[in-house]
């Protein structure tokens, strides 16, 4: 792609980016994206051919943002359920962050990739496989679909809580501990001894 047409896509990347960020997904348009990238809604389609795979993309870009949580889990001198502990902290501050692109993901799934093949290689590209190399360690278990349970059950523990604190301590009345008391709770139930 000739550098000036890379220039345009990033920019109207970006411009959904901010738009996302500021004022949520449910609120973005092809033509108020068009005005704060000052372009036009001919050129956002033709880059990519729909709201929704521009939304699919600008997702993409803000998910590879995460991606540095992971790096925690590569640092050999740190014991492994200290490294999991740390990234689960820094991810849980992440999905803070950004809730609603949380939500947006787990409502529409694998649907903003091309392929399940595309998904599977994007998780790999997040570090999926770190965590599963740290529980490894953890726990000495060596099957990959045990690995991959404990995964899944670990980010539900950990991360539903954090996404649904504001409604149950507000709608509720529920008052939830604080996520480095929720995370050594769960750390310490779920590897007792280990």
């Not at 550098?3 to 108020?32: H, S, W």
Request: net charge neutral; no cysteine; glycine share 6%.
């Amino acid at each position: 792609m000739p550098p000036d047409q890379k220039e345009t896509k990033d920019k109207i990347l970006q411009a959904t980016l901010d738009m996302i960020k500021n004022e949520g997904f449910e609120n973005v348009t092809i033509r108020k994206i068009a005005a704060r990238s000052d372009t036009n809604i001919a050129l956002i389609n033709y880059y990519f051919g729909s709201k929704e795979k521009l939304i699919s993309e600008a997702i993409k870009i803000m998910l590879l943002g995460f991606r540095g949580t992971f790096d925690v889990l590569d640092d050999s001198a740190v014991p492994p359920k200290e490294r999991l502990k740390t990234f689960l902290t820094l991810y849980v501050q992440v999905i803070q962050q950004h809730p609603e692109l949380v939500s947006r993901i787990i409502a529409t799934g694998t649907a903003m990739f091309a392929s399940q093949v595309e998904y599977g290689e994007f998780l790999r590209e997040m570090g999926f496989h770190k965590i599963q190399a740290v529980l490894q360690q953890i726990t000495q278990e060596d099957r990959p679909d045990k690995l991959m349970m404990m995964i899944t059950q670990l980010f539900g523990a950990i991360f539903l809580p954090a996404l649904m604190k504001p409604i149950l301590e507000t709608g509720a009345g529920v008052k939830m501990l604080p996520v480095g008391e929720q995370i050594d709770w769960f750390l310490e139930r779920y590897f007792h001894g280990k």
